[in-house]
């Protein structure tokens, strides 16, 4: 059974930073693409960052891009987030996800809120 | 990275048919057979329910159906049941990166 577990939100203030985790189970995890997906409260899907399975090619909202830096371990079977410069607006659900040709498999998602 | 275009609300009754649509570019939703549906219901992770237009994962009943033409993408729920009742995005694939659509939140009447 493929899982993903996030981790490592929380309160933060404007300004700081927060390292997500999502750790993963049941699939050869450096076979794939993975995503980080948030979503406001009360709010829509957003895309944030993708890697691929070796960690050469990275992609980033322009929201998020010069602020966030999306990473793998595949040894560990667990894909960062390292989130710099926190806004009020990055408040969010922030999901991970594993991408085979559309997004198969989705973390509970672990809730960052920046605020002071 | 603006996202795609969805109608914020539709409607329908047990049994009936429903289409949600989801307007792109060429640059996304009209230049890549790429777009994938998804369905969340209150407090929970989105599901997958159709991924490459039109494809349907194992496990997602058939009444829910894909397809695409031009920029605009449409998700077909037919056979309406009262668990549909959720908010569907779309998402597609835009070269450097992916978009979302705005959602739709489907009550069943």
């Known amino acids: 059974e493929v899982q993903l577990v996030e981790s490592g939100g929380g309160l933060v203030q404007p300004g700081g930073s927060l390292r997500l985790s999502c750790a993963t189970s049941g699939l050869t995890f450096s076979n794939y693409r993975m995503h980080w997906v948030r979503q406001a409260p009360g709010k829509g899907l957003v895309w944030v960052s993708w890697i691929n399975g070796d960690g050469t090619n990275i992609n980033y909202a322009d929201s998020v891009k010069g602020r966030f830096t999306i990473s793998r371990d595949n040894a560990k079977n667990t894909l960062y987030l390292q989130m710099n410069s926190l806004r009020a607006e990055d408040t969010a659900m922030y999901y991970c996800a594993r991408d085979t040709a559309g997004l198969h498999y989705w973390g509970q998602g672990t809730l960052v809120t920046v605020s002071s | 990275q603006s996202a795609l275009t969805q109608p914020r609300s539709v409607s329908g009754s047990p049994g009936q048919s429903v289409s949600i649509s989801c307007t792109g570019t060429s640059s996304d939703v009209g230049g890549y057979n790429y777009v994938s549906w998804y369905q969340q219901h209150t407090g929970k992770a989105p599901k997958l329910m159709i991924y490459?237009?039109?494809e349907r994962p194992s496990g997602v009943p058939d009444r829910f159906s894909g397809s695409k033409s031009g920029n605009t993408a449409s998700l077909t729920i037919s056979g309406l049941q009262a668990e549909d009742e959720a908010d569907y995005y779309c998402?597609?694939?835009?070269?450097?990166?992916?978009?979302f659509g705005e959602g739709t939140k489907l009550t069943v009447l």
């Open positions: 490459d237009v039109s």
């Open positions: 998402c597609s694939y835009a070269g450097s990166h992916m978009v």
